[in-house]
Nanobody, 119 residues
Framework: QLQASGGGLVQAGGSLRLSCAAS????????MTWYRQAPGKQRELVAA???????NYMESVKGRFSVSRDNAKNTLDLQMNSLKPEDTGVYYC???????????????WGQGTQVTVSS
């Protein structure tokens, strides 16, 4: 299970920090990712980080957002600075998890958390 938190309403130029915690039976988490979905638009990848720490960002958030994970705590964070109205949307946590040594990797989605940036 993935539990996301930290969304809210903020003015343009402000900051928010999203957090996602994975719980339950976990052997290893490979990729952890933040997606977002704006009204009327498709879900898009915002930032991802592999188990080894390799990070990937969508072009429009580079230099403003920073993704991090704690492999010991099975958590994923997204620090969002210099927020813009176009960052508004529902942010979803996604992880690919192996629940035991013999299990297959499976994708999991958390519930969304709303981020609204006012102009």
């Amino acid at each position: 299970q993935l539990q996301a938190s930290g969304g809210g309403l903020v003015q343009a130029g402000g900051s928010l920090r999203l957090s996602c915690a994975a719980s339950g039976s976990i052997f290893v988490i490979s990729e952890m990712t933040w997606y977002r979905q704006a009204p009327g638009k498709q879900r898009e990848l915002v930032a991802a980080v592999t188990f080894g720490g390799r990070k990937n960002y969508m072009e429009s958030v580079k230099g403003r957002f920073s993704v991090s994970r704690d492999n010991a705590k099975n958590t994923l964070d997204l620090q969002m600075n210099s927020l813009k109205p176009e960052d508004t949307g529902v942010y979803y946590c996604y992880a690919v998890i192996k629940i035991s040594a013999t299990a297959l990797l499976r994708p999991y989605w958390g519930q969304g958390t709303q981020v609204t940036v006012s102009s």
